[in-house]
């Protein structure tokens, strides 16, 4: 199998890197493969850093998978459904880079991150969803519904609105920006400074305070897989 994430501990950091070489699709190999970075950045107890290639951190689910049949889409939005979770239960920060486009499941990777760092330049960032024509899951309308700002929920949610990086900020789905030729460095400062916390307060923090999050998901996932998607 081509590796298409990679894997690099250093000092304390895991940056784990999506490069499938196109629009970094989430399929299910790519899911296998950052399951398989995320085991080994748990085993180290490393603070993680997630980016994509330069240019684009991920247009989203691999839509050819999605396009095979209802049993399959529903497969493939459960994965990236329970992969948003682990972001957002993992014990160490998540520090989400965003190198350039961030679409669909792309931007709700972005969202499921603990600190959001992104781009500065001509990118396109939101849930397009509705606008391809395709139905919303619930995990994704729930997930929305705690992370981005309740005046920007319809129009990203619904509306299927995308947003340039500056509003992307404004939007919920980045914490800042930098320029792009500053923003490995600016990951790389993220990671460091996030290292110095205490994991243990942090982790017991952090899923306390989603208990009853985590709990809808957990009904969220179970109701997606009933639903009907025609695609």
Do not use: W
Request: charged fraction near 25%.
């Amino acid at each position: 199998m081509t590796d298409i994430v990679s894997y690099e501990l250093k000092d304390g950091v895991a940056t784990i890197t999506m490069d499938d070489g196109k629009a970094n699709a989430l399929s299910h190999a790519m899911f296998d493969q950052l399951g398989a970075a995320f085991d080994k950045a748990e085993e180290a107890g490393a603070v993680v850093v997630l980016k994509g290639r330069e240019g684009r951190f991920s247009g989203g689910f691999d839509l050819k998978e999605m396009y095979k049949g209802p049993d399959e889409a529903k497969a493939l939005t459960k994965r990236g459904s329970e992969f948003a979770v682990r972001i957002m239960s993992f014990n160490t920060p998540v520090i989400g880079v965003s190198t350039g486009h961030c679409i669909a499941m792309g931007a709700y990777t972005m969202l499921a991150c603990d600190y959001r760092i992104g781009a500065d330049g001509d990118f396109k960032v939101g849930l397009n969803e509705t606008a391809i024509g395709m139905p919303m899951h619930r995990f994704g309308i729930e997930l929305g519904r705690y992370k981005i700002p309740k005046n920007y929920f319809n129009r990203s949610l619904i509306n299927g609105e995308i947003f340039n990086p500056k509003d992307a900020v404004k939007a919920g789905y980045y914490d800042r920006l930098v320029p792009a030729d500053q923003l490995d460095a600016a990951g790389a400062m993220a990671g460091q400074m996030f290292a110095q916390l205490k994991m243990n307060a942090f982790s017991y923090t952090k899923n306390a305070a989603r208990k009853e999050l985590f709990a809808l998901f957990e009904e969220c996932i179970a109701d997606d897989l009933k639903m009907g998607l025609d695609l």
